[in-house]
């Protein structure tokens, strides 16, 4: 986990949609941006682009 989401914590006066929208933006640069070592240290945008199953 990147320092940039230890830093972005939803406030107590924001209410629990800030916490929803912290934690998505998380899951989506995981999923989408994040290199993972399972796929070869690309990200899996990357991997799939290149994956050849039809």
Known sequence: MSSEWL???PQN???PGAARIV???WKDDYNH????SSLGYQAP???AA???HR
């Open 7 to 9: 830093t972005r914590q």
């Open 13 to 15: 006066d924001e209410g």
């Open 23 to 25: 934690i998505s933006d």
């Open 33 to 36: 941006r994040r290199r993972h």
């Open 45 to 47: 945008v990357a991997c």
């Open 50 to 52: 290149s994956c050849t």
